[in-house]
């Protein structure tokens, strides 16, 4: 047992049988199971542990919670690497690795402790007043190197992490003498109740100083009903009265292997109890920051759930009556206690300090001996600035200057809160939403009323019941300004960003005066520790020096998150394939086997080519296009929107929908139209066929069609809710094969299509309804192509079978498999526009040619009186064209932007589509153009990155213009 | 200008305690009457105070803020700085500030810290690339240094994006504005603040406006907390609530108010050298100078005055960062707050007169209004001074949603700016 | 995260909902003038304090209804059909109660 070690009973939290190696520094130690790495490292007796943030002074573990401030490490290596763990709160794990940040070469020889001395000329802000000559740039790259803490991961996170939802009627978060009590009561009084445990186990406060009694209250919490989860800390109260709470499941031990790391609790309650404790305040001295300077309670809690001496002479820096109680228990632990320093008058003090404490009254410490570790203190009255110090020899000082209520989850539900004056602390104005504090969060440290309390509020909770009247909250009597007046020295408010009274003086003094614009300028309260232990320091320097009452400064808004939490946690399984689950064929397997090259389309897994060896994307949709004109070739189209729009009134509904007239339509045909915004602009575009009188199959674009079905819905229910119709999204209910080319009918025929689907028997445009091999089918005569083609739409789990025939009989046919690659250039060969590609949310239906079908509908449609407005009848409107490059040869570039001049200039448009062309051997393209319709024949210039580009302004199609294909072979 | 600010000061400073310091702008009494009062002490209504008195030499001027100047979005935003623009007209804006932004520190003697580590725009298929050579052409076309970028440029200038070819959203490319990068916020701020008092601006903090003065249907003033003050025009510039006090002044305008959530992780060693934007997932994430990782993302989905941020937002936001850094995955978030936006249709701003007579604004500037703060503050200035709008804020007018003539970036290029 | 309760489905969590902004505008005929268009399109009250907004419930039933929700404080005071006038107790509180700040 290491010389800072206490006997048993002192170490509630350890086994002492489980021996923990692990290292720090590179340093290997031995802890027990039980241990936190700080108080690991006190009991192995390392004082130095951290450096700080600006001026990387030395610093040792200072608290013995979440409000750490000063000793954070890199914990694991690689992949594992966890940067800025908490050692205050990180269990001792076997083999954990950990190492000391912010600091080069080492934590005790640091080139950054130059800052230190240089601090003279770096105050709060110095960064705002220079480094502006030559320029900013000159300077940063180094301030940059500076600035940081730990180091992320080398590589994705191999770690798992997860999410649970939980709904409970009452909540209590935090497991001490005061949660228990309430969710006692509470499950009690018949409701579900959850406790939330930060630690490894329930009791708080009370396990270390009553561990029978803790667990007493545990089990009959339990036994009641509660469930409590351990390790769970509540880290914010969200809209609605939604808590979160973080799960620690593992710790980073020194196997590195995958584990399900963390859980985000996201929890649903009638009413949240808030029992989260209190913070205890450090006072100001100068060095108050030197290793060996630790708040008094952490003091205690490390003898009592550790067994570490922290140290074995102590000074008791005090303001607050609970020093005396920390006082008793230090002697008890067999350290010797050389004095409390009461910065209180003898009458200011609420309690007698006991036998043989030596107090010494109405002073405070005015200064720190001790660079790396503290080795004495000077004391003197206040009332004598330029009196005579005494020396007092100590190895620890604990400063207990009084408490601060953690309200954190009261102020993110919006409670209001209330200024103690005599006792200097916020605490909660009543209750807050559904939030109800209890215990000390809520200003009530009497363990006897805060259990009393606790107990009535958790039973009227759960029965819907008024709340019991607030006991008075109170410390006793706790001064607000806790430094000496005329003390020299730093005198630290926020240790880890390294803010003194001389920043917040500075603040004060150039009117940074509101308590946010001293925050942000001086960096107070900014830290990881978020400035738990620095905030009401902070706030009161802030009201001394700008002579206003602490009350009239404020406080700044506590704001979720309570502690840090990993990315990780709020993500859970949101990643990789779970991140937006791509959509994925039904038939994917049969485009695997055929060598598909795969890519995203919107959120669809689909084919882009089929290349064979020695082929690239490119080339592949160039022998696949090419294939589809001469032969035959097939294409999963299951991605094809398609909606089954069905009742008495869907004629006249879609008629209001599209550009087009819809009713006029005889079952059996089709037709294409354009689906508008309410701004006018082209949403969405696809074919529209009549099933029967009262039923219309309608296509859309495959990324558009959830859009457009929320449209159709929106308008349905919303504006015109008198309509008698349904609108069903049938895309992943039915399979769509395309085949398309002069030889499509053939290939179908040799797998036994009908001849009723015969190109004879059923004309372009026309949909029918037929069997095959007892499948039903929807069949559609359209083209995107400018070949014969058939959309085949079927039940989506016969589409294998389907490709399965047409494959087996494809070589007769010259037949391929195409991809979207392929279908791009097909379409760009007709001048078929494709949404979204050719067009964007500011393109309006005269823009690709649709004018006269605007004109020639008499009735309203969506859209409609956007079309009237002066801007869309503007003459000088970038349409749609057909590009040729001028040399026939150039492919125009897609984004290249067209102007007669070189940029700088007024571009005129830019092209949107572009493929070499297999059919004519030469580059197509599309483009948008400033009154595009009346330039035909026009040489224009593209401009693309630096380089000029000759077109020419043409008609499509390019391809096939007069439409002769579109039959087929016969 | 008062005590200028300098390494030689900072050292004078070091031997005298600090106490030479004077305050950045002194705290005043509002008086009763100005030339020109602003209603909204954040970016833009103190860079429109600044440039009053700067470009047109009035300094009877009052900067009016209802809580601490610079605490609205000025202070809750993700400070990139860019002008990536396509359309003419938003470059021509955006441009000239980024060029105002470039001077701005020795301008304002307040170093504002400008970093212009270049802004990256990612592109995760060959659909986001081909729309990406449209914005990098049109910005070029606007006289704007843009480079597109391969896989494996992107991949040296960003070494911790996830490059795998299976990625969810894989990285095929994208364009960089050498220019782009991150300012200071709180120092554009407090730095329009201290020039524009050296100036004889009066700022006057927690002074809320709860009515315009009229005669006839003219405004002569405000009504505030503080008292009654009279002014022959009033400009307003405090997005978030450019609603409410057109509310107050009988108008109503084209905006609805949003929260835009943004978030700090704790700081950690370089990792991350330049502004990443991901339009295909949303996010947006850059290293400060301290270290932490800003991270911002898309709107939240219903209008809002709160200023918090919804959770399943804030859980996208963070997916879609891990999607693009996996490794960043055991990085923890710090803090995460929220603005309240002015969300336009077009996610274009509005600068000039209003339908009320001696009345100006200057609003609608979306989730993009930090970049644009000194060219909103120079274009409101100058239709304060002169009553004319700005060439600059020419298209930029309520009439546009009449006529139709919407600048819309947002539509064309498939961004939420 | 708004816990909203569907006319149908009743409580359920906000993300899956759509918000589709504020309800109960009137839109004017084709022979509206640009002006009249252009207030139905684009100006809105945006009131700090009650908004009355319609929903869907997406990733549900799919019904689109009202909900009065205050957007400050983001407390919904009372959810209706989609075709319904606000209840009566949205009637008698004003449009523009300010939150807390």
Not at chain 1, 203 to 225: C, I, K
Not at chain 2, 321 to 328: D, G, K
Not at chain 3, 41 to 49: A, E, I, Q, T, V
């Amino acid at each position: 047992m290491s010389a800072h070690r206490l006997p048993a009973p002192w170490g509630t939290r350890l086994d002492r049988a489980a021996r923990v190696p692990f290292s720090f520094d590179g340093r290997d130690f031995e802890g027990f199971a039980g241990d936190t790495l700080a108080s690991a490292l006190l009991a192995n007796g390392v004082r130095l542990t951290g450096r700080s943030f600006k001026y990387h002074r030395p610093r040792g573990v200072f608290a013995a919670g979440v409000e750490e401030t000063s000793t954070l490490v890199d914990v694991g290596e690689g992949a594992y690497r966890s940067p800025n763990e908490n050692a205050a709160t990180l269990e001792l794990v076997p083999g954990l690795t950990a190492s000391s940040v912010n600091r080069w070469p080492s934590l005790r020889f640091d080139f950054g402790a130059i800052n230190a001395r240089l601090a003279a000329v770096l105050p709060a802000g110095f960064y705002y007043k220079t480094f502006k000559w030559p320029d900013w740039h000159w300077y940063e790259p180094s301030i940059r190197r500076m600035a940081g803490l730990g180091r992320v991961a080398n590589a994705s996170d191999p770690d798992r992490y997860e999410e649970i939802a939980v709904e409970v009627d009452v909540l209590v978060v935090g497991a001490g003498l005061a949660g228990l009590c309430a969710a006692r009561a509470a499950a009690e009084a018949g409701a579900r109740v959850r406790v939330l445990a930060a630690g490894p186990q329930p009791g708080g406060a009370l396990a270390y100083r009553d561990p029978q009694r803790a667990r007493e209250l545990a089990a009959s919490a339990e036994r009641a009903g509660a469930r409590i989860a351990t390790r769970t800390l509540a880290f914010g109260v969200y809209d609605h009265g939604l808590v979160c709470a973080r799960e620690k499941l593992v710790e980073q031990d020194g196997a590195q292997r995958p584990r399900l790391r963390e859980r985000l609790w996201k929890i649903r309650a009638r009413a949240v109890i808030a029992a989260t404790g209190a913070f205890e305040r450090p006072m100001v001295f100068p060095d108050n920051d030197r290793p060996g300077v630790m708040l008094a309670g952490a003091v205690e809690e490390y003898a009592r759930a550790f067994g570490v001496a922290c140290g074995r002479r102590v000074v008791v820096a005090a303001n607050c009556d609970s020093a005396y109680d920390t006082a008793r228990s230090l002697r008890e632990a067999g350290m010797e206690v050389v004095a409390v320093v009461d910065r209180r008058r003898e009458a200011e003090r609420g309690r007698d300090p006991g036998p043989g404490t030596r107090v010494i009254a109405g002073a405070g410490l005015s200064a720190v001996f001790g660079r790396n570790g503290v080795s004495g203190c000077s004391v003197r009255q206040d009332a004598a600035p330029t009196g005579r110090a005494e020396r007092l020899d100590c190895d620890l000082i604990a400063s207990a200057g009084g408490f601060a209520p953690a309200v954190h989850l009261h102020s993110h539900a919006g409670g209001r809160l209330r200024w103690l004056d005599a006792e200097a602390m916020f605490v909660p104005d009543g209750p807050a939403g559904v939030v109800v504090s209890v215990g000390a969060c809520a200003g009530v440290f009497d363990a006897t009323a805060a259990a009393e309390h606790a107990e009535l509020a958790g039973r009227a909770l759960a029965r819907g019941e008024r709340l019991p009247p607030w006991p008075a909250p109170g410390i006793g009597r706790s001064l607000a300004h806790t430094a000496l007046s005329g003390a020299r020295g730093k005198q630290f408010v926020d240790l880890q960003n390294d803010v003194d009274l001389g920043d917040v003086a500075l603040a004060a003094r150039e009117n940074y005066r509101s308590v946010e614009h001293l925050k942000r300028y001086t960096t107070t309260g900014m830290g990881t520790d978020q400035g738990k232990t620095s905030n009401v320091n902070a706030l009161v320097a802030l009201g001394e020096f700008s002579g206003r009452e602490p009350a009239a400064v404020g406080t700044t808004t506590f704001r979720p998150p309570f502690v840090p939490v990993t990315l990780g946690t709020f993500v859970g399984r949101r990643t990789g394939a779970l991140y937006r689950p791509l959509k994925r064929l039904p038939a994917e397997a049969w485009h695997v086997e055929r060598g598909a090259l795969f890519e995203q389309f919107g959120n669809w897994w689909r084919p882009a080519a089929y290349p064979q060896p020695g082929e690239d994307l490119h080339a592949a949709a160039q022998r696949e296009a090419a294939a589809v004109r001469r032969g035959a070739g097939l294409m999963d189209g299951s991605p094809l929107g398609k909606l089954d729009v069905f009742g008495p009134d869907a004629a006249a509904f879609l008629d209001l929908m599209y550009v087009g007239t819809v009713s006029t339509l005889k079952a059996g045909q089709a037709r294409y139209g354009v689906v508008l915004n309410e701004h006018g602009v082209v949403m969405d575009d696809g074919i529209v066929a009549r099933l029967a009188d009262n039923r219309f199959w309608v296509n859309t674009t495959s990324a558009g069609v959830e859009r457009t079905a929320a449209a159709f819905e929106e308008w349905l229910q919303c504006e015109y809710p008198q309509l008698r119709l349904c609108i069903t999204p049938v895309t992943s209910h039915y399979g769509n094969v395309t085949v398309a080319g002069p030889r499509a009918w053939a290939w179908l025929a040799s797998i036994g299509f009908d001849a009723a689907l015969a190109p004879k028997a059923m004309r372009h445009m026309t949909l029918r309804e037929a069997t095959w091999e007892g499948t039903p089918l929807k069949v559609m005569r359209a083209s995107f192509c400018g070949e014969l083609s058939y959309e085949i739409n079927l039940p989506v789990d016969r589409t294998r079978a389907l490709l399965d025939r047409l494959w087996a009989r494809a070589a007769e046919f010259e037949a391929v498999p195409y991809g979207i690659e392929a279908l791009e250039i097909l379409r760009t060969e007709k001048g078929y526009l494709h949404v979204g590609t050719d067009t964007d949310g500011t393109t309006l239906p005269g823009d690709i040619g649709m004018a006269r079908g605007v004109e020639r509908k008499a009735a309203n449609f969506v859209g409609r009186r956007s079309l009237l407005r002066p801007a869309a009848l503007d003459p000088n409107r970038f349409v749609l064209v057909a590009l040729d490059s001028a040399d026939g040869r150039t492919l125009l570039p897609v984004g290249a932007q067209i102007a007669p001049e070189p940029p700088p200039t007024r571009t005129q448009g830019h092209v949107t589509s572009s493929y070499f062309s297999p059919t004519l051997g030469r580059p197509v393209a599309l483009a948008m153009l400033e009154r595009g319709g009346s330039r035909v024949g026009e040489r224009i210039k593209v401009h693309h990155l630096g380089r000029v580009i000759e077109a020419v302004v043409t008609r499509a199609p390019f391809v096939d213009p007069e439409g002769r294909r579109i039959d087929g072979e016969e | 200008m008062t005590s200028g600010y300098s390494a030689w000061s900072l050292l004078r400073g070091a031997v005298g305690g600090h106490r030479h310091w004077p305050p950045a702008w002194p705290a005043v009494e509002p008086k009763s009457r100005y030339d020109v009062i602003v209603v909204g002490g954040g970016g833009h209504g103190l860079a429109t105070a600044y440039y009053l008195a700067k470009n047109h030499g009035l300094r009877n001027v009052a900067v009016v803020e209802r809580g601490w100047i610079g605490g609205g979005n000025t202070g809750r935003n993700t400070t990139i700085v860019r002008s990536n623009y396509l359309y003419p007209e938003s470059a021509r804006l955006y441009d000239f500030s980024l060029k105002l932004y470039e001077g701005l520190g020795k301008d304002l003697d307040f170093n504002i810290m400008l970093s212009q580590r270049g802004l990256l725009m990612l592109a995760h298929s060959r659909h986001d690339l081909d729309a990406m050579s449209r914005w990098a052409n049109a910005m070029r076309m606007n006289g704007i240094e843009v480079n597109l970028l391969d896989r494996a440029a992107v991949a040296n200038l960003v070494p911790a994006l996830d490059l795998s070819p299976r990625a969810r959203l894989p990285v095929i490319g994208g364009f960089l504005q050498p220019r782009g990068g991150t300012a200071r916020h709180d120092a554009v701020a407090w730095g329009y603040a201290r020039a524009a008092a050296a100036l004889g601006v009066d700022i006057i903090q927690n002074c809320e406006v709860r009515a315009f003065l009229k005669d006839g249907a003219r405004v002569t003033g405000v009504e505030t907390s503080r008292g009654r003050i009279q002014a022959v025009r009033v400009g307003i510039a405090a997005a978030g609530h450019s609603s409410v006090l057109a509310g107050l002044a009988g108008f109503r305008l084209p905006v609805t108010s949003y929260a835009l959530q943004a978030l700090v992780t704790e700081p950690i060693k370089p990792a991350l050298d330049t502004v990443v934007i991901s339009p295909g997932t949303g996010a947006y994430i850059s290293q400060s100078d301290k270290g932490g990782m800003v991270i911002g993302a898309m709107l939240d989905l219903f209008p809002s005055y709160a200023q918090r941020g919804s959770f399943a937002v804030l859980q996208a936001i963070l997916a879609s960062t891990l999607e693009m850094f996996p490794s960043f995955s055991r990085l923890k978030m710090l803090r995460h707050w929220a603005g309240i936006v002015d969300v336009v249709h077009d996610s274009s701003p509005i600068i000039g007169p209003t339908p009320v007579p001696g009345l100006y604004i200057n609003c609608g500037w979306g989730t993009g209004g930090f970049k644009a703060i000194p060219v909103g503050g120079w274009t409101l200035a100058h239709v304060l001074a002169t009553g004319e709008n700005h060439p600059l804020a020419e298209a930029f007018q309520l009439e546009r949603f009449v006529t139709g003539r919407l600048v819309d970036e947002a539509a064309a290029s498939g961004i939420a700016h | 995260m708004l816990r909203i309760r569907c006319i149908h489905c009743g409580p359920r969590d906000e993300n899956e909902f759509v918000c589709g902004g504020t309800s109960h505008l009137t839109r004017p005929p084709l022979g509206a003038s640009d002006g009249e268009w252009a207030e139905y399109l684009f100006f809105r009250d945006n009131p700090k304090g009650l908004h009355l907004e319609r929903w869907r419930h997406a990733q549900g039933c799919g019904a689109w209804f009202n909900l009065a929700r205050h957007t400050v404080t983001h407390e919904i005071l009372a959810v209706y059909p989609i075709t319904e006038r606000p209840p009566a107790i949205v009637e008698r509180t004003p449009p523009s109660a300010e939150g807390s700040r």
